[in-house]
């Protein structure tokens, strides 16, 4: 069995940049797709970032893009999140996701749905 670790939230200034990581571990780990989603309290769990394993395929919120980057170690099996010029509306609770399978049509990367296995989440805190 797959199981997701996410690591690396924490409290951070505005401005400040954290990298969360994302661990697989299992018998056998197979991803086509990663994605990291975030939510707060009250609302729905949004979509920030997704990358095809293989191909490197990325996809940005537009909220994100240009301050997020995403990427992945094939050899670690894992995926980070590198988040620079960090604001408060970025405080959230972080998951990363993975689907086995392949997409139909792209807009799936975006969709919290195409996702089989998730992490437990890691807490980002972003004070102004």
């Known amino acids: 069995q797959v199981q997701l670790v996410e690591s690396g939230g924490g409290l951070v200034q505005a401005g400040g940049s954290l990298r969360l990581s994302c661990v697989a571990s299992?018998?056998?780990?197979?991803?086509?797709?990663m994605g990291w989603f975030r939510q707060v309290p009250g609302k729905e769990r949004e979509f920030v970032a997704s990358?095809?394993?293989?191909?490197?395929?990325?996809y940005y919120a537009n909220s994100v893009k240009g301050r997020f980057a995403i990427s992945k170690d094939n050899a670690k099996n894992t995926g980070y999140l590198q988040m620079n010029s960090l604001k408060p509306e970025d405080t959230a609770l972080y998951y990363c996701?993975?689907?086995?399978?392949?997409?139909?049509?792209?807009?799936?990367?975006?969709?919290?749905?195409?996702?089989?296995?998730w992490g437990q989440g890691t807490q980002v805190t972003v004070s102004s």
């Open positions: 996701a993975t689907r086995r399978g392949p997409v139909r049509y792209s807009g799936e990367y975006f969709q919290e749905k195409s996702y089989d296995i």
């Open positions: 299992g018998r056998t780990f197979s991803s086509y797709a």
């Open positions: 990358l095809r394993w293989s191909a490197g395929d990325i």
